[in-house]
């Protein structure tokens, strides 16, 4: 948790660690991501691959990158190594991004569905989905993986079920998220003005959220 990383950064090198041994895996993984980034360096520095690799991997993949981000190169490739490859492409993808990017703090796990799928596919896939609270919006995308809109949970709640997905799409630039491309994105106080921003690549292919938490 927030509180617990807090407690841990303030802690000398050696109480620090003597309290993380102490953690199971979900708690340090959640103070893992909180820690300033001098107690994150020493605690990993303790810290075979294996044993990142278990903590990382129950991570979301923005904030599974920090922390392998702070490895050195050979020892960060050995981490990912241990995690199944769809993961560690992910984080792997999101590490080529610069730290202050929003490529560098987005979430790119978002729900997508075929832009044919009707409404009732998208609300199943959405409930079906192991992703965080904050997402109430369906992404959808054509054949080639390109994002062509997206889809309100209130709009989908709202319409027939068998009603095709393509008709309550609000276009990509008229939803109330920040709609940035990744490459042009600078991490501004104006971030945490709304409850997640929409990144873009140029091509609409590569996109994922920003969360306020993120970007502070």
Known sequence: SHAGGAVVSKLNEDDARRVFALLDTETASDVLAELDEPTLHDLLEELPPEKVAEYVHTMPPDEAADVVGELEISRGAAVLAQLPDAESSQIAALLTYPEDSA??????????????????EAIAQL???????????CYAVDRHGHLVGVAPLRRMVTSRHARPIREILAEVFDVSLEHLFLEHFAVTDDVTQRSAHLVLEHSHRGFGLVQPSRAV
């Open 127 to 137: 409930s079906e989905a192991d992703i965080a609270e904050e997402h109430f919006y």
């Open 103 to 120: 490529g560098g703090i987005m979430n790119p796990v978002v729900v997508t569905v075929p832009d044919t799928a009707t409404v009732g």
